[in-house]
């Protein structure tokens, strides 16, 4: 385990020697302490590595992050694993706002709550927040699932396309063009595959199924409305 | 014999409900939705045109004309980038994206700005292989859509471009209809095929200057600081934008006037939102300047840019660089006079074809139908372009050695004058003949 201590190294020295490692690397354990709101904090990391922080990181943590496995022992700020590609990045406190936004593919898991617009735009990630989101969660979500073993805010979904989400609680109102679906059996497997595969322990038969009602996918004027 | 006194008035058009308005109001009552197109505003504005060189005389002294030596080159990124683009003339081609244009386009694009020592950009759809090959230096934008983003390409790229507006739609998002959702655009960008696309108009993951602080400084981390970082606005408040843009730590900003071209917005925001680029190049600078930044944070200008003058007048109030999108486009063959039976077919004529969103272009260069695309022929459309920015490039030069400059960027405000009253006021240089600024205090 190699550790870094961010009150003596900068983010910079920290950051070039991560990307420097190849994908062989025999380097593959990392822990940074002191990161005391640091952002861009292990930002495009490009093998399979894993870091742990111990701290809480400020903005774009692990943000487009690929293969690594982050772990932080915190609470994160905005932007958390934006446009992930692959890996995993867990966070054991909360997360703030448009958490794990655009991401296109691994497991972003956040132990406690996420902010507004979790899952903004997310294309191919998979997310699982064991706590509640916020308003604007999932909104034009294009591909992916988003689990909620909480309670969900305002406009959840809106404008989704192709993504799945799960919510365990309450959905305090869902956006333009997102409905409830029916939680096939097919659709269970997939939430409880994707529990197990996030260390959460819930029961996916409690949860119910969101999604697009497809309805504004092409323009029709008497759906004016819904623009 | 007089003439028979008419006992009714002719009949007589109005100046308010001109024949424009009128076929709008039928068209919208008969189809229940707005004008979509492309291409940028078409309404009369004050622009280049309305300005003019003063040339040298017996106060000035030219180069001459074929002999002394009038540099064109530009360095783009100095402020923080370790590597700066080096481009050899100050003309850029904008970023349009694969979708709104075929491979075959975005190909021939690479290599008319290769040939000829400068950048392209990508566009609202990712990059593409082909576009990466064939351009030298490419520009790689962050949209707010985010489509096909990936660090990958963001290492491969020369330079990022974060875009937060353009000057055909301040304050919009992006719009890709359905038939022009082929399954790889489809792919590229994590989506069904066939559905109207519509990207969104504001990041997904930042709001507001602090923020983009941020975000830009989270981009230098990926890149390890190598790249520069463009910041695109459309020309709204162009000297707050600007001030804003330098502040979050751009190392370029490119300005795009309403002029500025696009692939599909409706016709009511192409006319109606943002401000010539005639009235946004002098805030732009003036913000740079206050800032201590001008020449320092390089700007990029667009939005209507035609010929060498427009670049010349453009430099000369300041910019460093123009980028040019529409231009491009018919250089590469679009609105082609020998294509008129074609656009007739489609109720169009050569010269107002503005239908890219419909990915019928007959010239196949605004279209993903594989059958129209590949009458372009990349290396010929390349070759055009090249050509083309080759003349803007010796026109600009002829400007400015008329005008007595070693350097295209050694123009200034000075050696214009303006032809009418809003542009004087506009681009703050005197009317013509008179020692007058509007507005200058
Ligand atoms: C077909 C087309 C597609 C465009 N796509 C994009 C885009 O994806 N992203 C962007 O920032 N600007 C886009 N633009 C705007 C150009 O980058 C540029 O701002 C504009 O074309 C400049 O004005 P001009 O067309 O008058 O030269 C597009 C323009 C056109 C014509």
Same mark, same amino acid.
């Given at each position: 385990?190699?550790?870094?201590?961010?009150?003596?190294?900068?983010?910079?020295?920290?950051?070039?020697?991560?990307?420097?490692?190849?994908?062989?690397?025999?380097?593959?354990?990392?822990?940074?302490?002191?990161?005391?709101?640091?952002?861009?904090? #292990?930002?495009?990391?490009?093998?399979?590595?894993?870091?742990?922080?111990?701290?809480?990181?400020?903005?774009?943590?692990?943000?487009?992050? /690929?293969?690594?496995?982050?772990?932080?022992?915190?609470?994160?700020?905005?932007?958390?694993?934006?446009? &992930?590609?692959?890996?995993?990045?867990?966070?054991?406190?909360?997360?703030?706002?448009?958490?794990?936004?655009?991401?296109?593919?691994?497991?972003?898991?956040?132990?406690?709550?996420?902010?507004?617009?979790?899952?903004?735009?997310?294309?191919?990630?998979?997310?699982?927040?064991?706590?509640?989101?916020?308003?604007?969660?999932?909104?034009?979500?294009?591909?992916?699932?988003?689990? #909620?073993?909480?309670?969900?805010?305002?406009?959840?979904?809106?404008?989704?396309?192709?993504?799945?989400?799960?919510?365990?609680?309450?959905?305090?109102?869902?956006?333009?063009?997102?409905?409830? /679906?029916? &939680?096939?059996?097919?659709?269970?497997?997939?939430?409880?595959?994707?529990?197990?595969?996030?260390?959460?322990?819930?029961?996916?038969?409690?949860?119910?199924?969101?999604?697009?009602?497809?309805?504004?996918?092409?323009?029709?004027?008497?759906?004016?409305?819904?623009? | 014999?007089?003439?028979?006194?008419?006992?009714?008035?002719?009949?007589?058009?109005?100046?308010?409900?001109?024949?424009?308005?009128?076929?709008?109001?039928?068209?919208?009552?008969?189809?229940?939705?707005?004008?979509?197109?492309?291409?940028?505003?078409?309404?009369?504005?004050?622009?280049?045109?309305?300005?003019?060189?003063?040339?040298?005389?017996?106060?000035?002294?030219?180069?001459?004309?074929?002999?002394?030596?009038?540099?064109?080159?530009?360095?783009?990124?100095?402020?923080?980038?370790?590597?700066?683009?080096?481009?050899?003339?100050?003309?850029?081609?904008?970023?349009?994206?694969?979708?709104?244009?075929?491979?075959?386009?975005?190909?021939?694009?690479?290599?008319?700005?290769?040939?000829?020592?400068?950048?392209?950009?990508? *566009?609202?759809? *990712?990059?593409?292989?082909?576009?990466?090959?064939?351009?030298?230096?490419?520009?790689?934008?962050?949209?707010?859509?985010?489509?096909?983003?990936?660090?990958?390409?963001?290492?491969?790229?020369?330079?990022?471009?974060?875009?937060?507006?353009?000057?055909?739609?301040?304050?919009?998002?992006?719009?890709?209809?359905?038939?022009?959702?082929?399954?790889?655009?489809?792919?590229?960008?994590?989506?069904?095929?066939?559905?109207?696309?519509?990207?969104?108009?504001?990041?997904?993951?930042?709001?507001?200057?602090?923020?983009?602080?941020?975000?830009?400084?989270?981009?230098?981390?990926?890149?390890?600081?190598?790249?520069?970082?463009?910041?695109?606005? *459309?020309?709204?408040?162009?000297?707050?934008?600007?001030?804003?843009?330098?502040?979050?730590?751009?190392?370029?900003?490119?300005?795009?006037?309403?002029? *500025?071209?696009?692939?599909?917005?409706?016709?009511?925001?192409?006319?109606?939102?943002?401000?010539?680029?005639?009235?946004?190049?002098?805030?732009?600078?003036?913000?740079?300047?206050?800032?201590?930044?001008?020449?320092?944070?390089?700007?990029?200008?667009?939005?209507?840019?035609?010929?060498?003058?427009?670049?010349?007048?453009?430099?000369?109030?300041?910019?460093?660089?123009?980028?040019?999108?529409?231009?491009?486009?018919?250089?590469?063959?679009?609105?082609?006079?020998?294509?008129?039976?074609?656009?007739?077919?489609?109720?169009?004529?050569?010269?107002?074809?503005?239908?890219?969103?419909?990915?019928?272009?007959?010239?196949?260069?605004?279209?993903?139908?594989?059958?129209?695309?590949?009458?372009?022929?990349?290396?010929?459309?390349?070759?055009?372009?090249?050509?083309?920015?080759?003349?803007?490039?010796?026109?600009?030069?002829?400007?400015?050695?008329?005008?007595?400059?070693?350097?295209?960027?050694?123009?200034?405000?000075?050696?214009?004058?303006?032809?009418?009253?809003?542009?004087?006021?506009?681009?703050?240089?005197?009317?013509?003949?008179?020692?007058?600024?509007?507005?200058?205090?």
């Amino acid at each position: 385990m190699i550790t870094v201590d961010l009150a003596e190294t900068s983010v910079r020295d920290l950051n070039q020697r991560l990307h420097k490692l190849p994908k062989d690397t025999n380097e593959r354990a990392w822990r940074v302490v002191n990161p005391k709101g640091a952002h861009a904090l #292990v930002a495009g990391l490009d093998a399979p590595i894993e870091v742990t922080i111990d701290g809480h990181p400020g903005y774009y943590c692990a943000g487009m992050n /690929k293969e690594a496995t982050v772990i932080v022992n915190g609470h994160c700020g905005v932007g958390l694993a934006e446009n &992930m590609m692959s890996g995993e990045v867990r966070v054991k406190g909360n997360a703030s706002d448009a958490a794990g936004a655009t991401g296109r593919g691994g497991l972003l898991v956040v132990e406690g709550d996420a902010g507004l617009r979790c899952g903004i735009s997310m294309k191919g990630i998979d997310i699982v927040v064991a706590g509640s989101v916020g308003h604007m969660s999932a909104f034009m979500a294009q591909t992916g699932s988003l689990v #909620v073993c909480g309670d969900v805010g305002s406009s959840f979904g809106d404008s989704i396309y192709e993504a799945r989400l799960y919510v365990q609680g309450k959905v305090e109102s869902l956006g333009a063009d997102c409905i409830e /679906k029916k &939680m096939t059996p097919h659709h269970l497997a997939k939430l409880e595959k994707l529990l197990k595969r996030a260390g959460i322990e819930a029961d996916a038969r409690r949860f119910r199924r969101y999604g697009s009602a497809r309805r504004l996918y092409n323009f029709h004027v008497d759906n004016v409305d819904a623009y | 014999m007089s003439a028979p006194i008419p006992v009714r008035t002719p009949p007589r058009r109005s100046a308010t409900f001109d024949e424009h308005s009128i076929a709008e109001i039928q068209r919208a009552a008969a189809t229940g939705i707005y004008d979509i197109r492309g291409a940028g505003t078409k309404r009369k504005l004050p622009h280049f045109d309305d300005l003019l060189f003063l040339g040298a005389s017996v106060s000035r002294y030219p180069l001459e004309g074929y002999r002394e030596k009038c540099a064109t080159d530009v360095v783009l990124g100095t402020r923080f980038a370790k590597k700066p683009l080096h481009l050899k003339t100050p003309v850029t081609i904008a970023g349009m994206s694969f979708g709104a244009l075929s491979g075959q386009a975005k190909e021939a694009l690479g290599r008319g700005a290769t040939a000829m020592g400068t950048s392209t950009t990508t *566009g609202d759809g *990712g990059m593409t292989p082909e576009e990466r090959e064939s351009s030298k230096t490419l520009v790689y934008q962050l949209l707010p859509s985010r489509y096909g983003m990936n660090p990958d390409d963001l290492r491969k790229a020369d330079a990022v471009e974060i875009v937060v507006g353009q000057g055909a739609k301040p304050g919009g998002g992006g719009m890709l209809l359905g038939q022009k959702i082929s399954a790889r655009v489809a792919a590229m960008r994590n989506l069904p095929q066939g559905i109207d696309q519509r990207s969104a108009c504001r990041h997904p993951d930042w709001t507001g200057p602090d923020d983009l602080t941020i975000k830009i400084q989270e981009i230098r981390e990926i890149t390890d600081w190598e790249k520069p970082i463009y910041v695109k606005v *459309g020309a709204t408040r162009p000297y707050f934008d600007i001030a804003l843009a330098v502040k979050s730590g751009a190392d370029v900003v490119v300005l795009d006037g309403m002029q *500025g071209g696009t692939a599909a917005t409706q016709e009511v925001f192409i006319e109606h939102v943002g401000i010539p680029i005639l009235a946004a190049i002098r805030p732009a600078v003036q913000a740079l300047q206050d800032l201590d930044m001008h020449r320092k944070v390089q700007l990029i200008v667009s939005g209507g840019i035609r010929n060498g003058a427009d670049v010349a007048k453009a430099l000369a109030l300041g910019a460093d660089a123009v980028a040019i999108g529409t231009a491009a486009l018919v250089a590469l063959g679009d609105n082609d006079p020998k294509l008129e039976t074609e656009y007739q077919a489609l109720g169009s004529t050569a010269g107002c074809y503005d239908d890219w969103h419909e990915g019928r272009d007959p010239a196949g260069i605004t279209t993903q139908d594989p059958e129209l695309a590949a009458r372009l022929d990349p290396v010929k459309a390349g070759r055009r372009l090249a050509n083309y920015l080759a003349v803007l490039t010796m026109e600009a030069q002829i400007i400015a050695r008329a005008c007595g400059k070693s350097h295209l960027h050694n123009l200034e405000p000075d050696d214009l004058v303006a032809l009418t009253v809003e542009s004087a006021a506009m681009a703050r240089v005197p009317l013509a003949g008179t020692s007058w600024i509007p507005g200058a205090i």
